[in-house]
């Protein structure tokens, strides 16, 4: 024994009472972690607020006028107003439900058995129940904040339309709280039982995919509805069937309808005590129940989830063919580009918003087919005026693929970038697989939608080619934004590649798509009101008006496709990490 | 074969690494020993083109680093302290993507990964994803693809984290019989034990700056600390009060 040592086993530890770390104590180091984001002297934290700040009260604002002159109106209409009112803010609340129950589901896994701490907490002297409480608070948090700030708006404008009152926040409080609890325990009990059969990894991966296959069953289950069927009356065979429809609940078992119909009561001035009380004891019992299956099964379960499921990735046929498809490209790019193939298809939470996007791509079809382009009264002005307008959708829509497969590019290089930048490739190599990799794709998907949806509404061949060349010009340069958006806003850190699109630089990335969709689609407008009014009403369209208005679409898309690029290039050149 | 000048590093007011000079040659395994922060991570990262310098050169085999960075990386394999790689790529494909790096493929790739994974008994694991490695497979992928390309100089920090005794044998074993090819390592080790019989000779650092540099003879004569051992060596450079203030913490 050396002799610094010897002095320490001189000490004796005295026998004292087993530490119990109170619940407050767990949740400290979130808050300190949410304080020290919030203070750190980062360069241009204060300009990023500021605008986020800006956006998110623009946002509410909208939500908030939107609703506010909807519910004017409903007021307005005599003996059925309050029951739209309710039936819209059903609908919105089980919305709400919906997502909160699958987004529970997801958070559930990572909170109670993936997150970094639980090593530390597990091994720990922390009581089951406080330790139970402390990860359900944190999944409930990180699953709600989106609801909850987008239910702001929506409470106020009920508030404010039909005089709520002083009370009305803490009476709304009183409803939502219950509202995003009972979701979070589903979502963690669902997810205990899962990892209990399941290990955690293939569990995740299984989550990923039921929630994607949810989610876009719920919105084209909410598309073939056709919920807009309730604003036209007139396609209900009498009032009374209508009336009838309005009163009935959607589901008295649901807690939504519970939340809708006892915010209703107080703004109807008929306060009903049922609603409330079913939300609370459904959710106390719902926490007492978790609690106990907590208590039953999470040992077992955090044990299983240490485990990584078996996996082979055997290379034969495919492997061979795409070597040889990706000979031309020289061996560092073919590599490149097998990386990002095989990392994506691998990744069930990369590849199952595939689902998602197929969806999305159902639903827009779905509308353009059922937009009333038939018969009298519509011109040839019009229809091909449609496709036109189409276009900005389009847009939107490749602005979103973009978002979720192009943007988070760099970001998901964050802890493997050690490897890139030691070796003897350049980041442009680097970029540049990233950018064909995710904008060839895109470019089929988008001269697919558009030749589809075209061919739906029978235009014409120059707007077919107009269509076709701007949605082409477009991808080029919503690519190019994703890439260099995501270059200069990096997530490194994250844990989960489908939160990157939904931070600061996502949200400036869409910003600036939809500004350069815009700008294509006005700059066209011109020349294609000259050419559909040539064709309409006689005469020829002004070749200057054509070549000005399509040349500077082009210079715009070309601008935001290279200037994006070149400075993520140098910026990634510079990047320490 | 690495020749640093002036090399400096910092952020903001803080320095990392302050005006290093050194040069190893062909052939030499060199150690770089400092306490906790010392700057040799950054050293290290410095080299191998990840970090820039604030100021100063790095060369590798007379190609400045800053200048032509692909050249000099042509020459150069370089292992970290934290081994994260792609989870979802098996340990086959990450050695023959990290050798396309460097633009090499083909049979003699797949017989050099092969090899290298049979080395480390990483054989049977080769069509697994690296997800399911544990700590120790994943280092011994990284140092496997550090060497799969055949480099001129390896740059490696703190290469025994996380290796079994067998794998840590292997290694010392590797990097020896390396540098008698005429290869050059340089490597960042706190196992004082593996810097004293593996390296040709030891560089100290601390606080950024280099305080002694030389084989172990010349380590003695520079510490007047006869015949001691490295760790003796190390500590006397480095300061030895942090056993003293130990006790006194637990004593408080």
Redesign the interface.
Known sequence: MTE?AQ??MR?TVEMTAPPDPSLLHLLWPKYLTARARSLSGERGRGARFAILGFFGFLFWSFIFGVLYRLLLYFRGVAEIGPLLAGKLLGLILIGFFSILLLSNVITALSSFFLAKDLDLLVSGPVDWLKLYGAKLLETIVNSSWMVALMAVPMFTAYGVVYDGGWWFPLIALGVFLPLLIIPGVIGSVATLVLVNVFPA?RTRDILSVIAVLAAGGIVLLFRIVRPERLARPEGFRSLVDFVAVLRTPTSPMLPSEWASEAIMSWLQFRLDYLPFYLLWSTAAVAVVGGALMHRWLYVKGFSKAQE????????GAMHRMSMTLLRPLG??K???V??EV??FF??STQWSQLILLAVLIVVYVFNIKYLPLRGEGITFFLVNVVPFLNLVLAGFVLASIAARFIFPGVSLEG????????????MGDLLWAKFWVGTLPLLILAVGIVGVTNYMLTVTAFMFAVSVFSIVMMTFAVAGLAIGFGTLFPQFETENAAQIPTSFGGLLFMMSAIVVIAGVVILEARPVYSYLSARSYGGQPDPVEMILGFGLALLLCVTATIVPIRIALRRLE?L?? | MIKLTQLTKKYGSFTAVAGIDLEVPKGELFGFLGPNGAGKTTSL?MI?????PTSGRVEIGGIDVAVD??????K?G?I?DRP???E???G??FL???A??????GERVEHRARELLALFDLEEWR???V??YSHGMRQKLIIS?AFVHRPEVIVVDEPMIGLDPKAARILKDLFREYTHRGHTIMMSTHTLEVAETLCDRIAIIQAGKIRACGTMEELRKHATAGQTGLEEIFLKLTGENA??E??DV??A
């Open positions: 610094a002095p320490l000490h990894r990584s499921g078996e996996r082979w990735a055997r290379s061996i560092l073919r590599e490149l097998l990386k095989r990392l691998r990744d802890r493997t970038l050690w490897l890139l930048r030691s070796s003897p490739m350049s510079n320490e990490r | 990262r191998a083109g990840i970090l820039q960075p692909v050249s000099a990386k042509m150069l370089f970290p994260f790689i792609y979802k790529l098996t086959a494909e023959r993507f990290v396309g790096l460097f633009d090499q493929e069509d697994e994803l997800e399911s693809s056993a003293r130990l006790v637990l004593d």
